[in-house]
């Protein structure tokens, strides 16, 4: 019997799924390569109708209308149509692609490809969205929300998804008109109405965002220094060999980068005027943007006495230290880890959605991986590439970068510069924790296994 034809991709970046015998070339949503995609179940069943006469519905209530509470306001609906579904977002915007505010900076989208969904859908799922409404004190034992319009939502099963603010570390002019982080569409709306030729930004903070945020800056002829605090580039992701190759790509875009470069200030009386570096050095800025970590946002849920770390602390069902609430995304803790990744935050918005509704779904973690966007050069870095005790294939060539990590012969992690292709079988490799022992002993080179992957990337 020949298998299934295969109906539905997954982006693996944004969680887009396109219906069809094949997956597109690039993603309609966020621009990731067809490699980012892998075969999915069809997309979620059509909407279920209410059941005539269907009476004391649950009452679900998810406060954040970012990925994480849209993800589960939809799955909610799905698993229980008769359900009253509320969803409370601060921002006065429709929830959009959060992941997508560098290629509207970078000038690749606008902002008419920003929102997840059109207004008319939430009707049509019939969930009650509350844009520009923020919960501002939560009380689980009397299950009430107090909101800032000064009503107060009560539920029978909340999802908390409120997300995660960029960190703004605590240097000397920190406060002053011209620095700002870029994690709203308000923040990136602010930077798009100062650009003007000639404009100097400093950006500080050579992770992903602040590299992203560099280059669609540098596209807009804008003069960016990016400093990057460690010894090289996307430290967390990339190895020092790696890092340097991204240095050598992202200096031929003609970003000036620093690398070690230690903020001590920032200059300037009422507007910045630039930033001063512990070296002694200070660099002129018209704009400074920090892309510095974000930190969860923890208010409410501490204030009402949900247990919490870095994040509020989750178990495997997504349940919070009380029954009835559940949190999801980047505000959410799990075995340790706030991800702060897109993908993740919608498998877990998902999960929690279905879980509010009374299902059961529980969520085992999952390999961080992250694909650099805007730059134009592939960049694809997953789970423990540097495991102490693993066994390595590396290989450089001129801008490309291949690294595997193996721990008894399943992959652990990698790192692909400059190579495409093989991101979506690299995670289901780690996922599915594929043993490559009878493989490996005939793979000398990283180009090797690499050219085998391809082969059988399943
Ligand atoms: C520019 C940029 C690019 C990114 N690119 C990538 C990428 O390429 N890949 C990747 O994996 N990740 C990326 N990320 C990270 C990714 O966007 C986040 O992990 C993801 O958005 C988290 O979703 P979330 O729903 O948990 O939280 P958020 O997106 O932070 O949404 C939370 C929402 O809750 C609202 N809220 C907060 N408090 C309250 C309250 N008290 N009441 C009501 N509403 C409230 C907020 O206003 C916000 O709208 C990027 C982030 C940024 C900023």
């Known amino acids: 019997m020949s298998p299934t034809p295969v109906k539905a991709w997954r982006c693996e970046v944004c969680g887009y799924i396109h219906e069809g015998p094949e997956p597109p070339a690039e993603c309609l949503v966020c621009g990731a390569p067809a490699s980012e995609f892998t075969p999915?179940?069809?997309?979620?069943?059509?909407l279920v109708p209410a059941p005539a006469g269907a009476v004391a519905a649950p009452r679900i209530v998810v406060l954040g209308g970012g990925i994480a509470g849209v993800a589960a306001a939809e799955a909610a609906r799905q698993a229980a149509p008769?359900?009253?579904?509320?969803?409370?977002?601060?921002?006065?915007?429709?929830?959009?692609?959060?992941?997508?505010?560098?290629?509207?900076?970078?000038?690749?989208?606008?902002?008419?490809?920003?929102p997840l969904h059109?207004?008319?859908?939430?009707?049509?799922?019939?969930?009650?969205?509350?844009?520009?409404?923020?919960?501002?004190?939560?009380?689980?034992?009397?299950?009430?929300?107090?909101?800032?319009?000064?009503?107060?939502?009560?539920?029978?099963?909340?999802?908390?998804?409120?997300?995660?603010?960029?960190?703004?570390?605590?240097?000397?002019?920190?406060?002053?008109?011209?620095?700002?982080?870029?994690?709203?569409?308000?923040?990136?709306?602010?930077?798009?109405?100062?650009?003007?030729?000639g404009l100097r930004c400093v950006c500080i903070g050579g992770g992903i965002l602040g590299l992203e945020t560099a280059g669609a800056l540098a596209k807009h002829g804008v003069h960016v220094d990016l400093l990057a605090g460690d010894g090289?580039?996307?430290?967390?992701?990339?190895?020092?060999?790696?890092?340097?190759?991204?240095?050598?790509?992202?200096?031929?875009?003609?970003?000036?980068?620093?690398?070690?470069?230690?903020?001590?200030?920032?200059?300037?009386?009422?507007?910045a005027t630039g930033v001063q570096l512990e070296d002694g050095r200070e660099l002129p800025a018209d704009i400074v943007l920090v892309t510095a970590g974000i930190?969860?946002?923890?208010?409410?849920?501490?204030?009402?006495?949900?247990?919490?770390?870095?994040?509020?602390?989750?178990?495997?069902?997504?349940?919070?230290?009380?029954?009835d609430i559940y949190?999801?995304?980047?505000?959410?803790?799990?075995?340790?880890?706030?991800?702060?990744?897109?993908?993740?935050?919608?498998?877990?918005?998902?999960?929690?959605?279905?879980?509010?509704?009374?299902?059961?779904?529980?969520?085992?973690?999952?390999?961080?991986?992250?694909?650099l966007k805007v730059l134009g050069l592939h960049v694809f870095s997953i789970g423990d590439f540097a495991a102490p005790a693993a066994q390595v294939l590396e290989q450089q060539s001129e801008g490309q970068y291949l690294r595997?990590?193996?721990m008894e012969g399943r992959l652990c992690g990698a790192i692909l510069i400059g190579r495409?292709?093989?991101?979506?079988?690299?995670?289901?490799?780690?996922?599915?924790?594929?043993?490559?022992?009878?493989?490996?002993p005939q793979l000398p080179t990283a180009a090797a296994f690499a050219a085998y992957l391809a082969k059988h990337p399943a």
């Open 40 to 46: 999915c179940e069809q997309p979620l069943p059509p």
């Open 82 to 114: 008769a359900a009253e579904i509320t969803l409370l977002d601060g921002e006065a915007e429709l929830p959009y692609w959060r992941l997508n505010l560098t290629r509207l900076l970078d000038g690749e989208i606008q902002e008419d490809a920003l």
């Open 118 to 197: 059109p207004a008319g859908w939430y009707e049509q799922q019939r969930i009650r969205l509350l844009p520009g409404v923020t919960a501002t004190a939560l009380a689980p034992e009397r299950h009430e929300i107090a909101c800032s319009n000064g009503d107060t939502v009560l539920f029978d099963k909340l999802v908390l998804a409120v997300g995660a603010q960029a960190f703004l570390p605590p240097w000397p002019g920190v406060q002053l008109a011209g620095v700002q982080a870029l994690r709203t569409l308000a923040d990136t709306r602010a930077v798009l109405d100062q650009l003007r030729p």
């Open 232 to 271: 090289w580039l996307m430290p967390r992701q990339l190895t020092q060999a790696g890092g340097e190759l991204l240095a050598r790509h992202v200096a031929a875009l003609g970003i000036h980068l620093h690398t070690g470069a230690k903020v001590r200030a920032i200059a300037g009386t009422g507007r």
């Open 295 to 323: 930190r969860a946002n923890l208010a409410l849920a501490t204030a009402a006495g949900l247990h919490t770390r870095q994040g509020v602390l989750v178990d495997e069902w997504l349940t919070t230290s009380h029954p």
């Open 327 to 371: 949190a999801a995304g980047d505000c959410a803790e799990h075995q340790q880890v706030v991800y702060g990744l897109w993908p993740v935050a919608n498998f877990q918005g998902t999960l929690a959605g279905l879980n509010a509704a009374g299902q059961r779904s529980a969520f085992g973690g999952l390999p961080r991986s992250n694909v």
């Open 404 to 406: 595997f990590a193996f």
């Open 420 to 440: 495409a292709g093989l991101d979506a079988a690299l995670k289901g490799a780690i996922e599915h924790r594929r043993d490559f022992s009878t493989a490996l």
